[in-house]
C-alpha cells in the first residue's frame, strides 16, 4: 500500500529487565495469597491440621518400623526420622510454590483460559507455573525443619554452614527435578484430555521420598535417584547434613536440573505452538 511503511523494530529488552518484571509479578502472587488466606482463614488452619496429622502419622510409621531394630541399611532411628523432617520440608515447599499450579494448568488449557496467560508480557511457563501460592503450606515447612533439626541433634549431626548449604543445593536441585518432571507431565494436558491419572501417580512415586533411597535396591534405587529424582530432594540433603554424602553427585544434579529446566521449557514452547483456543 502507498504511503506505508513497516514499524521498527523494537529494542530487544535487557535480561535484567525482563527478571526484574517477573520478581514484580511474583511479589503480586504472594501479595494476592496473603489476601486469600486472610479471606478463608479457618481454610488455612485445617490444611495446617492436615500437614501436622500426616507428619505425625509418618513419624509413627517409622518409630514401628525401628521399634525392633537399631538400624536399617545404615541407617539409625534418629537418621531416618531426620529425613522424615526434610521430607515434610521438601513437600511443604511443593505444596507452596508448585502443587496447586501444575493441578490447574489442565483446567486453563480446556476452558480456554490459557489464552490470557499466553498474552501476558511475561513467560507462559512463569504464570502458569507460580500463579498460585499455598501459604499454609510454610507453616508446614517449618514444622519440617523442626524435625529435622530434632532429629538430627539426636543423631549427633555437628550443623555447619558447609553442611547446610551442600544439603540445601542437594535439595534445590531435587525440587527442580520434580518440577520438570512433573510440569512436563500435565504439558501433556495439550494432547490429552485428562492427565489426573498421571497425577496420581507423580503422587505416588514422590511419596517413596520419605524413605532412604537406600532402603531400594537394583533398578528402582536408580530409578529413583534419575529416572523420579526423589533421592535428590531427601536422602542426599539427609546425607549432606550427616556428613555422608556423594560430593561428586552435586556437580550431577545440577546438571540435571538445569537440563530438566531446559527441557520443560522447550516441550512447553512446542505444546503452546500447537494450542488451539478451546474458544475458537
Same mark, same amino acid.
Given at each position: ?133 499455598? %501459604? ?15 532429629? /538430627? ?24 527435578? %520434580? ?10 494436558? @495439550? ?24 532402603? @531400594? ?25 550427616? /556428613? ?37
Amino acid at each position: 500500500m502507498a504511503g506505508w511503511e513497516s514499524p521498527a523494530p523494537q529494542p530487544r529488552e535487557s535480561l535484567a529487565r525482563q527478571v526484574v518484571r517477573h520478581l514484580r509479578v511474583w511479589r503480586q502472587f504472594v501479595v494476592m495469597a496473603f489476601v486469600r488466606e486472610a479471606e478463608y482463614r479457618v481454610n488455612f488452619f485445617v490444611n495446617v491440621f492436615d500437614g501436622v496429622a500426616q507428619l505425625a502419622l509418618a513419624v509413627a510409621t517409622f518409630l514401628l518400623i525401628y521399634q525392633y531394630t537399631d538400624e536399617i541399611a545404615g541407617w539409625s532411628r534418629a537418621e531416618a526420622l531426620m529425613l522424615v523432617g526434610i521430607y515434610r520440608t521438601v513437600a511443604g515447599l511443593i505444596g507452596l510454590l508448585i502443587e496447586a499450579n501444575m493441578m490447574a494448568i489442565p483446567g486453563y488449557i480446556r476452558e480456554g483460559e490459557m489464552d490470557f496467560h499466553l498474552l501476558r508480557p511475561v513467560s507462559s511457563q512463569f504464570l502458569v507455573s507460580l500463579r498460585r501460592l499455598r %501459604l499454609d503450606e510454610a507453616v508446614n515447612m517449618a514444622i519440617g525443619l523442626g524435625l529435622a533439626i530434632y532429629a /538430627g541433634n539426636q543423631a549427633g549431626v555437628r550443623w555447619s554452614a558447609l553442611g547446610v548449604l551442600e544439603a540445601a543445593a542437594f535439595m534445590l536441585c531435587g525440587v527442580v527435578l %520434580l518440577y520438570a518432571l512433573w510440569f512436563a507431565t500435565v504439558t501433556l494436558s @495439550f494432547w490429552l484430555v485428562q492427565v489426573d491419572t498421571l497425577d496420581q501417580l507423580f503422587f505416588g512415586l514422590f511419596e517413596t521420598a520419605r524413605y532412604p533411597v537406600t532402603f @531400594f535396591k537394583g533398578a528402582v534405587r536408580a530409578l529413583l535417584t534419575f529416572a523420579v529424582p526423589v533421592a535428590f530432594a531427601t536422602t542426599f540433603p539427609t546425607q549432606a547434613l550427616l /556428613g555422608q554424602a556423594d560430593r561428586r553427585l552435586l556437580p550431577v544434579g545440577l546438571g540435571l536440573a538445569a537440563l530438566g529446566l531446559l527441557g520443560t521449557r522447550a516441550f512447553w514452547n512446542h505444546a503452546v505452538r500447537h494450542y488451539g483456543s478451546a474458544s475458537s
